[in-house]
């Protein structure tokens, strides 16, 4: 049980463009769900909490124009990477929170590798 | 902000010794999980502790909650290769009615046949 999709594993992009990652809880829900950005061998970096039904909530320096978030259902949550740069490639993991458990623990995707040419 | 200092940030070993990896703050946490995480995946959750002072057992991995919630341990026995990995702990505390993580910096450990 607690398992957590992420669509796409990887993805190349130009630079300009705008790439959607998507995360699924596929079978508890989540009312809440998290994504983060993990430089190389380094801890995760926290970007924004997402509450279904809600706006989401940016950390300090993270650009909620830049990193848009929608959480439309308890089972996914997707971030949209607009306008990427190369300075945006990185490893991007969500983790969604299971509503039933007590001890407020995440259950991660398997991340997402994004390169901007 | 809440911080979560972990220790050591690297650890590279030999087959059968033991380790300890630290995890300490100045803040109370509601809750605290220790994770792994293999390179190119996300991390896979270990243990959650809840309770100041829990012992919880994985096989050869023991974790530990401080008295005082504000701390946590995780010690392995006789490491193994495919304990190899970045270890991370995370604490979770309350913030306005939302229970935010924050993560230490990561173990990285490495260990040699």
């Known amino acids: 049980g607690a398992v957590v999709s992420q669509h796409p594993s990887w993805v190349i992009c130009k630079s300009g463009t705008s790439v959607k990652i998507e995360c699924r809880s596929l079978?508890?829900?989540?009312?809440?769900m998290f994504w983060y950005r993990q430089f190389p061998k380094q801890s995760l970096m926290l970007m924004a909490t997402?509450?279904?039904?809600?706006?989401?909530?940016?950390e300090q320096g993270v650009e909620k124009d830049k990193f848009l978030i929608n959480h439309a259902s308890l089972t996914l949550s997707t971030l949209t990477v607009t306008s990427a740069h190369p300075e945006d490639s990185s490893f991007y993991i969500c983790?969604?929170?299971?509503?039933?458990?007590?001890?407020?623990?995440?259950?991660f995707g398997p991340g997402t590798r994004l390169t901007v040419t | 902000t809440q911080l979560l200092e972990q220790s050591p940030q690297f650890l590279s070993i030999q087959e059968g010794e033991n380790l300890t990896v630290y995890c300490n703050s100045s803040?109370?946490?509601?809750?605290l999980q220790w994770y792994r995480q293999e390179p190119g995946e996300g991390p896979v959750l270990l243990v959650t502790?809840?309770?100041?002072?829990e012992v919880k057992k994985l096989k050869r991995l023991t974790f530990q909650f401080g008295d005082a919630r504000k701390d946590s341990s995780l010690h392995i026995t006789a490491a193994q290769p495919g304990d190899t990995g970045l270890y991370l702990c995370?604490?979770?505390?309350?913030?306005?009615?939302?229970?935010?993580?924050?993560f230490g910096r990561g173990t990285s450990l490495i260990v040699h046949p």
């Open positions: 983790s969604a929170r299971d509503i039933t458990r007590v001890g407020y623990e995440q259950y």
């Open positions: 079978d508890f829900q989540a009312t809440t």
């Open positions: 997402s509450n279904e039904g809600s706006k989401a909530t940016y």
């Open positions: 803040s109370v946490f509601s809750s």
């Open positions: 502790v809840v309770t100041g002072g």
């Open positions: 995370a604490g979770v505390h309350a913030s306005g009615g939302s229970y935010i993580p924050t």
